[in-house]
């Protein structure tokens, strides 16, 4: 249950571990159930905290100060800040602090090293550090004897400039903003301990990001390609999509197919019995979820553990296994029977009988008891309270400890990413139909009514997104790196919509075999432990970013 919780904890999915799949991305888009599931995770974690907390070694009785006898070497990474303008298209004087971390381990003053920047995306800039120690930034701060560093988003981590998240407040938080967040700071930054001018454009920068910082990191190459002398977009969603249905169908076509086409039946299964009264209030009792007034509330429960999908790392001290094991789990003999596993589902001998008439695959019963065992045992109160979402006052809360606001408002205003059924209903499923974009949009209007200064628009102006380039955005010294079986390539470059392009040192163009959400990002203190595939990225990155510093060029000495 405990991991179970990790994974949907800090907004979309995924929390914790600041390395791993289930640390950092919230972009998996999630309607109102999505909010349901984090304040769920909240509550968890908090019990977690009472239980763990231990006696430790009391420094004096009449202080807060404690030493932990289990104390973690000291911290390589500090906390730096950099002064932005909340506003960077006003006249206001108004600023916050940007928060930043800083690698040096591999900086020679004056060898004319880059700087190699990863952008924190949606999350915490603590989640992205652990990329500063093993991940992608050591690797090409070591291979070019560059700075590291790790940018924080504003409004996420400690990066935040305003006292709430109000509609009102929350209007600052657009692409354009953080787009100019991140040339001032690269064009002005003084990084503590260095002595020499490593500002852009007389140093060259290399950006970095994966996912929704992906997109960015493209972004920043079109937008300041004088400032951005090159680019890296892992997984970068550049293209903005409203109902974004595709996710469940690289998931269905790659995930083992015995558990694809149990999740298939399942779903047709669950789909025709929500339409029978007397089924559907028994089908939901098996659930758990009897007492849950919308059938849409109840499917969007079930579709949840998809989500462990995203999670998949091929570093097993960071990724999840959570997806195979509700595969596993869905595939459990009833009563020890094991030979009925290989017949075809729905077969006759599968079939387990119920009241009323009903007889349904013993999958869906172990589906049933899936959901029961790692969420509604999560629930403390009615399960219309932990999982309906029909009352509006239910996400009016503003406090800044709402985190899930954030990465929702960028959903809302400019990104879309709603999670749907296929448009076409013959077409072959793992989620219910009932899972439409009117539905996973709704919290939109939920949780962000009108305010004095913005007002959220009916839906996501994602013209704002696809503008910068959509699937065909490309310049020289913009790298375009995708999964294979990342439940995001149909929104970036490497979609099955996008046109194939061509692999080349200024335009690489390349795909990491059988992977899933921009798996180069990870990586080992020792290259060469790592798996082949991922051996074999960050080698041809080394390559393409040693090749690009080789034409580089500051203005001021051309």
């Known amino acids: ?282 089908l939901k009792s098996l659930f758990g979820l009897e007492g849950l007034a919308h059938d849409d509330d109840f499917i969007s429960v079930l579709e949840t553990p998809l989500g462990y999908w995203q999670a998949k790392v091929w570093d097993p001290a960071v990724g999840s296994t959570k997806f195979d094991e509700f595969c596993a789990f869905l595939d459990k003999p009833i009563l020890g029977n094991d030979s009925v596993s290989s017949l075809p589902v729905g077969h006759e001998d599968r079939l387990v009988h119920l009241p009323g008439g009903i007889k349904l695959d013993f999958s869906i019963l172990n589906y049933a008891q899936y959901i029961k065992e790692n969420f509604v045992s999560q629930c403390d109160t009615s399960v219309e309270d932990c999982f309906g979402t029909y009352n509006d006052s239910n996400f009016l809360a503003t406090g800044l400890d709402q985190e899930w606001r954030l990465w929702l408002f960028q959903v809302c205003t400019e990104w879309g990413f709603f999670s749907t059924a296929p448009p076409d209903p013959a077409h072959p499923r793992i989620v219910s139909k009932l899972l439409t974009l009117e539905y996973s949009s709704k919290i939109c209007r939920q949780a962000y009514p009108a305010g004095k200064h913005f007002v959220v628009p009916p839906m996501p102006n994602i013209t704002a997104v696809n503008a910068l380039g959509d699937f065909a955005i490309a310049a020289d010294r913009l790298a375009i790196i995708d999964g294979e079986v990342d439940p995001w390539r149909p929104c970036t470059p490497h979609s099955d919509y996008a046109a194939d392009r061509e692999d080349t040192i200024l335009q690489p163009f390349k795909i990491i075999p059988n992977a899933v959400h921009h798996y180069d990002e990870y990586g080992l203190k020792n290259i060469s432990n790592e798996p082949e595939d991922i051996r074999k990225i960050h080698g041809e990155m080394i390559v393409f970013v040693m090749e690009w510093l080789k034409g580089f060029k500051a203005p001021s000495s051309r």
Request: glycine share 8%; with cysteine; charged share 20%.
């Open 1 to 282: 249950m405990r991991l179970a919780v990790a994974l949907l904890s800090s907004t979309l999915l995924l929390t914790a571990n600041a390395a791993s799949a289930s640390g950092a991305d919230y972009i998996r888009a999630y309607g109102a159930q999505r909010v349901n599931l984090w304040r769920l995770a909240n509550r968890e974690r908090v019990k977690e905290r009472h239980v763990s907390q231990r006696p430790a070694l009391i420094v004096q009785d009449n202080s807060n100060i404690v030493f932990k006898a289990d104390t973690e070497e000291s911290n390589e990474f500090p906390d730096q800040w950099f002064t932005q303008p909340i506003d960077h298209f006003s006249n206001s004087s108004d600023t916050f602090k940007q928060r930043y971390w800083i690698n040096t381990r591999h900086y020679t003053p004056g060898s004319g090293g880059p700087v190699i920047v990863l952008d924190g995306g949606e999350t915490s800039g603590e989640d992205r550090i652990p990329f500063l120690d093993t991940g992608i930034v050591e690797i090409l701060a070591r291979a070019t004897g560059g700075v590291g560093v790790v940018l924080e988003h504003r409004y996420y981590g400690k990066s935040v400039p305003v006292p709430d998240f109000s509609t009102d407040n929350l209007r600052w938080l657009n692409n354009d903003q953080a787009a100019a967040d991140s040339a001032r700071f690269m064009a002005n930054v003084t990084f503590p301990g260095i002595h020499e001018d490593l500002t852009a454009p007389n140093t060259p920068w290399i950006y970095y990001g994966g996912s929704y910082a992906g997109a960015r990191a493209a972004h920043m190459k079109i937008l300041y390609p004088d400032l951005v002398y090159g680019a890296i977009a892992s997984s970068g969603v550049t293209h903005a999509v409203l109902s974004n249905w595709e996710y469940y169908e690289i998931i269905r076509n790659a995930a083992d197919p015995t558990c694809a086409r149990q999740l298939e039946h399942a779903t047709l299964a669950i789909d025709a019995l929500l339409g029978v009264p007397y089924a559907k209030r028994y």
